[in-house]
């Protein structure tokens, strides 16, 4: 039974913060490199943060390089994006899944809303 939750979204207005979790499968920490991806409106859905398998490597997509961290806790089977400075253009629906992704893991998300 694997499955991913994703918690933490809202309204958030520009240049605020906000932490995002994914409650995992203690399978998925085992084995998987851990990614965050986001879907905004009427645009496909993008690769924000990756996390190896033992939280030693990040990588990031440019548009949130220096802004976004991602860390995953192992004691809580949990990952997190930790969202910094953000600005009306991270407003998305964010998922969390492996990486490369899978179809089978795909949850419903967190909306992330940014506005003044």
């Known amino acids: 039974q694997v499955q991913l939750v994703e918690s933490g979204g809202g309204l958030v207005h520009p240049g605020g913060s906000q932490r995002l979790s994914c409650a995992a499968s203690?399978?998925?920490?085992?084995?998987?490199?851990m990614a965050w991806y986001r879907q905004a409106p009427e645009k496909p859905r993008e690769l924000v943060a990756r996390?190896?398998?033992?939280?030693?490597?990040?990588t990031y997509s440019d548009s949130v390089k220096g802004r976004f961290s991602i860390s995953r806790d192992y004691a809580k089977n949990t990952v997190y994006l930790q969202m910094n400075s953000l600005k009306p253009e991270d407003t998305a629906v964010y998922y969390c899944?492996?990486?490369?992704?899978?179809?089978?893991?795909w949850g419903t998300g967190t909306l992330v809303t940014v506005s003044s």
């Open positions: 899944n492996i990486y490369p992704p899978s179809n089978e893991y």
């Open positions: 203690g399978s998925i920490f085992r084995h998987y490199y």
């Open positions: 996390i190896n398998t033992d939280g030693g490597s990040t």
